[in-house]
């Protein structure tokens, strides 16, 4: 069973880039037709899909976070990892990596979660 774990700084100030990794193991980020995606949560809100990377290292970005959201992987590591720009306070939340049927879906396993804050 495919076990995840992120892992990130934890406190960022405003403007400066975040950079969190996802460690998988019992399964290879890949492995054929699995997503291996990037979700947070905000206070008080939903659960935002960020972007995907899939097992053919093609990404894919949530329009509404602009350019400021990458997502790169280490095929020898088995991680994966996200990069967040010019970080504001709203980009405060708890962060997610999970592994997806679907490119966008949000559904899937996913690790403990790791809390962002973003504040001078």
């Known amino acids: 069973q495919v076990q995840l774990r992120e892992s990130g700084p934890g406190l960022v100030k405003p403007s400066q880039t975040v950079s969190l990794t996802c460690s998988v193991s019992g399964g290879s980020i890949s492995t054929l037709f699995w997503y291996w995606a990037w979700i947070r949560q905000a206070p008080g809100k939903e659960l935002e899909w960020m972007g995907s990377i899939d097992s053919n290292g093609r990404t894919s970005y949530n329009p509404a976070l602009d350019s400021r959201v990458s997502i790169s992987r280490d095929t020898a590591k088995n991680q994966f990892t996200l990069l967040v720009t010019s970080v504001t306070p709203e980009d405060t939340a708890t962060y997610y990596c999970?592994?997806?049927?679907?490119?966008?879906?949000?559904?899937?396993?996913r690790g403990p979660g790791t809390q962002v804050t973003v504040s001078l």
């Open positions: 999970s592994k997806e049927r679907f490119r966008a879906s949000v559904m899937g396993p």
